[in-house]
C-alpha cells in the first residue's frame, strides 16, 4: 500500500542545509584561488568562478528534477542506467579526449563533460538494487564469497574501465563501496585485511626509496591485527612498548658510539623484537589468534616486497610510469614530490586564524598546482587557518553523519543501500582529497565533494546526493 | 530490526576517527611547525634591492674629481628564457659561442644558483654595450638588464687617496649583515675611511611573485618597500690643480708629496709614485689590472706618502734646535766649529764645506752636522736628568708630541706609524745603561732607527710654520647634510716646545731657501722657508728629502717630498717643492727649465 505525501515537506532540509553551505563556501574559495584584480566581479563569465556559478544554478536546477521524479523511475531504471554509464566509460576510454594523460572527456560542442563522476550514480543504484534481492551468505566462507562475487563484480566494472582511462584516483573511490558490503554483513574482518593490503600496497610502491617507513607501517599493522584478533590490550601494549624501547635504545647507542646503523636496520630490528616478544608471550598465556596474527605479519611484508619487486622486475617502463602518476610522484615533472610540498606550505603558511580572504599568496600565484580543482584545500588552509579548515571539515564531517542517520531511518533496504553508497563515496572523496593536500595520502587527482571547481562532478555529486534524499523523502510511502 | 545495524557506530567512528587525524595534522602543519609559512615567503616574496649610486667626491674648489657612470647588468631568469639568436647576442656582447656557454656553465655551478630566480649573466657591461643590447632586448625573452653604478676618475689622479670600490667578500658580510652578496664596498682610501657615508643607504621594494617569477605586484602596495638613500657627497681638501702638478712632476721618481694647509689641517695634496690610474680598478676592468698591479715589484698598489718610514736626515735638525732651545741647552747665539765633521772618541760624523764655525740660524741655513752632534750631546747629557735614559726620555716626548711615531690619526686609512725608538729598545739593544748620547748620536741628524712617514714630514713643517700647533691632517673638509666634520680635525694640538723659540728656527729655514743649502728653490717675491734632508739608507742612494713652508709669514702650505735614491735634498726635492708652492701661491709657473729637467728626469737606471 502506497501512502501519498508531500515530497517538499518530507525533504530532509538539514542535509539540503548543509550541500548548501558547502557549495557557496566552495565558490568563495574558487573565487579566491583565481583571484586577480583584473576580474573582480563574481559573475565574470571568463574566470572559473563565474562559471561555477552557472554550474551552481544548474546544479539546483538538476536538484529540483530529480526530486520531482517518482523513485520508481529509479529503482527500475538502476540497470539500465548502469549499463548505460558502463557503455560512456567504455566509450571514453578510447574515444575521449586526453588531459593530462588520462582520457576521461567528453568533448560536447564547448561543453566538457568527464562520464567518470556520473558512473558511481549508476554503480550505487546497480549494487543497491541487486543487494535489495541477494544478501550477502555467511554460511560459509564459500558460500560468503559465491554470494558476494555479484556485487564485486558490480563495483569491479566501473572501477576496471575507469582504470583503463588510466584515473587510477577515480577508481580507487570505488573500494569505498566495501563500507555498503560491511554494513549489509560482510564480516569486519575483511573490510580490516582489505584495508591494510591497500595500505601496504600503496605505501610500499611510495616509500622504496625509505623501507624503513614501510617497517614502521608493518609493526603498525602487526599491533593492529593483534589488538583486532585478540582483543586484549596487554600484548598490543607489550608490542608497542618493546618496539619503541628498542628503538630509543638503538638510537642513544648510535648517537653515543660510532655504531652506525641505517633506519631501516633499526626498525627491522625493532619489528624482529617485538613479534619475538609477542610470540614468546603465547607460551605462557593464551593469545588468541597469535599464529594468525604472525601469519598475517610474514604476509604482509611478502606482499610488501612482492610488490616492489614486481614493480621494479616485473613492469614495463611506461607501466611503471603509470603507477608512479597514480602514487603521485611523477605527477609533476618539476621534481618528485614538488606539488605536495607547496600545497602543505600553502596550508602551513595559513597559520592559526589565516592570511584572510583574498590574502593567500601561495594558491593565488599558482605555487599549489591545480588549486581551483584537486587542491582547492589549500585555498581554505591557507586564507581561512586552521580556524577555517577545522570548520570546513566539521561540516563535512556534520555532512556524513547526518547523511548516515538518514540511511538508517530508510525503511526499504534499496534505498538504505543506495545511501550507503552515497555516504562511502562522499566520504571517500573528502578524505583522499584532504588528506592529500596535507602529506598524508599519495597525490590522486580527485575533487573535493561541492568544493572543487567543475561541473561535471559538481552536478554528479548533486543528482547523487538528491536521489537519496528523494529516497528519503519518500520513505514513509512505503508501508511495513 | 536488521542484525548488522550496529555497524552503523564503526562506520560513523571510522568517519570520525579520519576526520579526527586531519584536524591533529592540520593543527600541526598550521600552528605548531614554523617551517611552512618561512618556505612560504621565500616562494612569494621578492626583494629587488635599490643601489644608490656612491656620493661623489669634489675637490677643495668644488671640482668634481670622482663620479659615477651606469653600468649594466646583464640578468636572466633560467625559468623564462625562450629560444634566441645565440649568434646575435655573442656578437652584441663580443664574445664567443663557447665563451657564452661557459658563462651559463659558471652561472649554474655557482652557489645559490636557482632556475626560478634571476641569475647574473654578465656584469658591468658598458653603457655602448648596453644602448646596442637594449635595442634587441625584446627579442630576448627572460633576459633583463639591471643599473648599477661604478667609479668614474675624472683625472687620472690620487688613486692611492681615493682607494678603490669592489665587491664584497664572506669577511665584509660577516662583520657588517648590511653587506649581501654582489654589493660594492670602499677596500681602500677614502672610499673606505667614509664608506657608511659614501655608499648611502640600499632600498629595497618586496614584490609578490607567482610560481614562474612573474611579479604580480608589490607587497601590501608597498608597505615593507624602503628607498634607496644617495650616498653623501664629499668636499674634500684636495686641491686638484696642485695634485696634478705634483703627479706630474713626480712621475719620473719613486717617492711622495704630501702638503698640507697649517692653519687648517688640511690634505691638499697627496702623492705617492709610482701611482696608476684609478680608472684601472673600475668594473671589469679590475678583474684584469688588479692583478698586474700587485705583482709589479715597483708597489704601485703602496701608498708611500701615508705608510713609508723614512729616515728624516737632516730635516730633522729642526726638531733638535727646538728641543735644544726648549732645554735651554743651546741659545740663538751659541755657536760650534765644523772641520768638515764631527769626531769624539770612535765615532766621526762627516760634514760639507760650509763656513765656521756657525749660530743656529747659520746651522740650519748650512746644514750642519757638527752643531747637531753637539747640540744632540748637550740635550742628552743635560746634568738636569738623573740619567742618559731620563734625559732620552725627555727628548723622546718632544719629538713625540710632534705627532711623530705614531698614527696621526687622520680620515685616510693605511697610515703608517713611523719609529722613534723607546728607552727599553735601546736597553735591549745595548744593555741598561750600556748607552749613551754617544751611542745614540745618528739621531742627531735624523739616522738611525728613526723613522717618519712623509705625512708626519709635512706635518712637522705645518707644526713649525703655525709656531708649535697642528691639526690633525685630514681629507676630507664637508660631507653632505652635515654641518661639521669630526672634531678631532678642528682641535689644535700643541707641540711641547714654546711658540717663541720657532721663529728663530724659521729665520734658519728661510736662509737656507734664500742663501742656503736649497737656494735652488728660491723665489722671488715669495719668502720659502725650508729645510733639505739627504738621509742615508741601506736601499741605495740617498733619498732626497725637502720640508718647507710658504709664505714665511702666515703660511698657506707647508710640503714634504720625498724623492727616493734622490741624492741631495737640493737636487730633486726642492724644486719639486718650490714649483708646487709657486703655482699654489701664484697659480702659475715660471721656471720652464726647471720644469723640464724634472719631466726629463731619469735617475733610475
Redesign the interface.
Known amino acids: 500500500m502506497i501512502r501519498r505525501v508531500n515530497i517538499w515537506q518530507e525533504i530532509d532540509w538539514i542535509t539540503v542545509l548543509l550541500y548548501g553551505l558547502l557549495v557557496i563556501f566552495g565558490l568563495v574559495n574558487i573565487y579566491a584561488a583565481v583571484y586577480d ?1 583584473r576580474h573582480q566581479s563574481i559573475m565574470d563569465l571568463s574566470m572559473r568562478y563565474g562559471k561555477q556559478a552557472i554550474w551552481i544554478l544548474a546544479a539546483l536546477i538538476l536538484a529540483m528534477i530529480v526530486i520531482m521524479v517518482d523513485t520508481k523511475f529509479f529503482t527500475f531504471f538502476a540497470y539500465f542506467i548502469y549499463v548505460l554509464t558502463l557503455l560512456l566509460l567504455l566509450l571514453v576510454a578510447f574515444f575521449g579526449k586526453e588531459v593530462n594523460g588520462a582520457r576521461s572527456w567528453f568533448s560536447l560542442g564547448g561543453l566538457q563533460v568527464q562520464p567518470t563522476e556520473f558512473a558511481k550514480i549508476g554503480t550505487c543504484l546497480a549494487l543497491a538494487k541487486y543487494m535489495n534481492v541477494h544478501s550477502i551468505k555467511l554460511k560459509t566462507f564459500w558460500t560468503m564469497l559465491r554470494s558476494v562475487l555479484p556485487m564485486a563484480v558490480i563495483i569491479g566494472l566501473p572501477m576496471g574501465l575507469i582504470g583503463l582511462q588510466p584515473d587510477m584516483g577515480s577508481a580507487l573511490v570505488y573500494v569505498a563501496l566495501v ?1 555498503v558490503l ?4 560482510l564480516p ?1 574482518i575483511y573490510l580490516f585485511c582489505g584495508f591494510l593490503f591497500g595500505a601496504v600496497f600503496v605505501f610500499s610502491l611510495l616509500w622504496s626509496e625509505t623501507p624503513q617507513y614501510m617497517i614502521m607501517m608493518i609493526f603498525y599493522f602487526f599491533v593492529l591485527s593483534l589488538a583486532f584478533l585478540n582483543r586484549k590490550i596487554v600484548e598490543v601494549l607489550a608490542a608497542l612498548i618493546v618496539y619503541y624501547v628498542f628503538l630509543i635504545a638503538i638510537n642513544l647507542w648510535n648517537k653515543y658510539t660510532s655504531f652506525d646503523a641505517s633506519p631501516y636496520f633499526k626498525h627491522l630490528f625493532c619489528l624482529g623484537a617485538s613479534v619475538t616478544t609477542v610470540a614468546c608471550m603465547s607460551f605462557f598465556k593464551k593469545i588468541l589468534h597469535i599464529w594468525w596474527v604472525i601469519g598475517l605479519l610474514i604476509v604482509y611484508v611478502g606482499f610488501g616486497y612482492g610488490v616492489t619487486y614486481f614493480f621494479d622486475h616485473g613492469l614495463e617502463k611506461h607501466q611503471r610510469d603509470r603507477i608512479e602518476i597514480f602514487l603521485g610522484k611523477k605527477y609533476d615533472p618539476k621534481k618528485v614530490g614538488y606539488n605536495i ?2 600545497s ?9 586564524a589565516g592570511k584572510g580572504f583574498l590574502q593567500g ?2 594558491t ?4 599549489v598546482p591545480e588549486q581551483s580543482t584537486d587542491f582547492i584545500f589549500c585555498t581554505v ?1 591557507e586564507e581561512w ?2 580556524l577555517g ?2 570548520v570546513i ?2 561540516l ?2 556534520a555532512f ?2 547526518r547523511l ?1 542517520a538518514l ?2 531511518r530508510q525503511r526499504s533496504t534499496f534505498s538504505r543501500i543506495y545511501g550507503y553508497g552515497v ?1 562511502s563515496v562522499f ?1 571517500i572523496h573528502v ?1 583522499i582529497n ?2 592529500m593536500t ?3 595520502f599519495p597525490v590522486v587527482g580527485i575533487p573535493l565533494p561541492f568544493f572543487s571547481y567543475g561541473g561535471s562532478s559538481l552536478w554528479a555529486f548533486t543528482i547523487l546526493l538528491f536521489i537519496f534524499l528523494r529516497f528519503d523523502a519518500s520513505r514513509m510511502e512505503l508501508l511495513r | 530490526m536488521n542484525p548488522f545495524a550496529s555497524r552503523r557506530y564503526i562506520v560513523a567512528g571510522i568517519f570520525i576517527f579520519v576526520i579526527m587525524i586531519y584536524l591533529f595534522r592540520l593543527f600541526y602543519i598550521q600552528v605548531i611547525d614554523n617551517k611552512y609559512k618561512l618556505s612560504a615567503e621565500n616562494n612569494a616574496y621578492r626583494r629587488i634591492t635599490q643601489y644608490p649610486a656612491r656620493g661623489l667626491i669634489l675637490d677643495r674648489n668644488g671640482k668634481i674629481m670622482v663620479g659615477n657612470q651606469a653600468a649594466f647588468d646583464l640578468l636572466y631568469n633560467p625559468m623564462d628564457v625562450k629560444p634566441y639568436d645565440t649568434t646575435e647576442l655573442c656578437s652584441i656582447l663580443g664574445i664567443t659561442k663557447d665563451q657564452l656557454k661557459y658563462k651559463y656553465r659558471r652561472v649554474k655551478l655557482s652557489k645559490g644558483y636557482s632556475a626560478y630566480k634571476d641569475q647574473v649573466l654578465f656584469s658591468q657591461l658598458s653603457e655602448k654595450t648596453y644602448a646596442a643590447l637594449q635595442e634587441k632586448l625584446y627579442k630576448y625573452q627572460g633576459f633583463y638588464v639591471q643599473e648599477r653604478t661604478l667609479r668614474r676618475y675624472q683625472y687620472p689622479i690620487a688613486a692611492h687617496l681615493f682607494g678603490y670600490v669592489g665587491e664584497v667578500d664572506s669577511s665584509h658580510i660577516k662583520k657588517d649583515p648590511y653587506y649581501q652578496i654582489g654589493d660594492y664596498i670602499g677596500i681602500s682610501g677614502i672610499e673606505k675611511a667614509y664608506e657608511k657615508q659614501l655608499r648611502g643607504q640600499k632600498g629595497v621594494h618586496i614584490y609578490l611573485v607567482d610560481v614562474h617569477n612573474r611579479i604580480m605586484g608589490p607587497l601590501n602596495n608597498g608597505a615593507y618597500d624602503t628607498t634607496a638613500v644617495l650616498g653623501k657627497d664629499m668636499i674634500s681638501t684636495i686641491d686638484v690643480d696642485l695634485q696634478n702638478l705634483a703627479e706630474k712632476l713626480m712621475k719620473n721618481f719613486r717617492g711622495s708629496v704630501v702638503a698640507i694647509e697649517p692653519s687648517s689641517g688640511e690634505i691638499l695634496t697627496l702623492v705617492s709614485t709610482p701611482g696608476y690610474d684609478p680608472n684601472l680598478l673600475v668594473g671589469q676592468a679590475r678583474k684584469k689590472n688588479f692583478p698586474i698591479l700587485q705583482l709589479d715589484p715597483s708597489l704601485p698598489l703602496y701608498n708611500r706618502a701615508l705608510a713609508a718610514s723614512y729616515p728624516p736626515g737632516s730635516t730633522f735638525k729642526l726638531i733638535n734646535a727646538l728641543i735644544g732651545l726648549q732645554e735651554n741647552v743651546i741659545f740663538p747665539g751659541t755657536t760650534f766649529g765644523c772641520n768638515q765633521g764631527w769626531a769624539m772618541g770612535p765615532i766621526h760624523v762627516n760634514c760639507h764645506v760650509h763656513p765656521s764655525p756657525l749660530d743656529l740660524k747659520g746651522s740650519i741655513q748650512n746644514s750642519c752636522n757638527a752643531y747637531y752632534c753637539n747640540a744632540f750631546r748637550k740635550i742628552i747629557d743635560n746634568t738636569k736628568y738623573q740619567s742618559t735614559e731620563d734625559a732620552y726620555k725627555a727628548w723622546r716626548n718632544y719629538v713625540t708630541s710632534f705627532g711623530i711615531g705614531s698614527y696621526l690619526n687622520s680620515d685616510i686609512i693605511d697610515e703608517g706609524r713611523g719609529n722613534v725608538p723607546s728607552v727599553n729598545y735601546y736597553n735591549k739593544y745595548f744593555g741598561k745603561n750600556h748607552w749613551r748620547s754617544l751611542t745614540i748620536i745618528s739621531l742627531a741628524i735624523g739616522q738611525g732607527e728613526l723613522g717618519l712617514t712623509p705625512l708626519h714630514l709635512a706635518n712637522q713643517a705645518a707644526c713649525i710654520a703655525n709656531k708649535g700647533y697642528y691639526y690633525i691632517p685630514h681629507v676630507i673638509k664637508k660631507i653632505q647634510g652635515l654641518d661639521t666634520i669630526n672634531k678631532r680635525f678642528t682641535e689644535r694640538k700643541y707641540t711641547s716646545i714654546d711658540s717663541q723659540y720657532y721663529n728663530i728656527v724659521t729665520e734658519g729655514m728661510a736662509l737656507a731657501v734664500s742663501a742656503g743649502t736649497a737656494t735652488y728653490g728660491n723665489i722671488k717675491d715669495i719668502a720659502i722657508c725650508g729645510k733639505t734632508g739627504t738621509a742615508q739608507n741601506p736601499h741605495g742612494k740617498e733619498h732626497s728629502i725637502f720640508i718647507c713652508f710658504a709664505p714665511k709669514d702666515h703660511p698657506k702650505i707647508a710640503i714634504s717630498v720625498f724623492v727616493e735614491n734622490g741624492g741631495f735634498g737640493a737636487t730633486w726635492a726642492v724644486p719639486i717643492a718650490s714649483m708646487l708652492i709657486e703655482q699654489y701661491l701664484t697659480g702659475k709657473m715660471t721656471r720652464q727649465a726647471m720644469e723640464e729637467r724634472i719631466l726629463n728626469a731619469d735617475i733610475y737606471k
Open positions: 584584480d563500507f560491511y554494513r549489509e554483513g569486519g610540498e607547496q602543505k606550505i600553502a596550508i602551513g603558511s595559513g597559520g592559526f599568496t601561495q593565488k600565484y599558482n605555487f588552509g587557518g586552521f579548515s577545522s571539515l566539521a563535512f564531517l556524513l553523519l548516515l540511511c538508517e555516504v566520504f578524505a584532504a588528506g596535507m602529506g598524508l
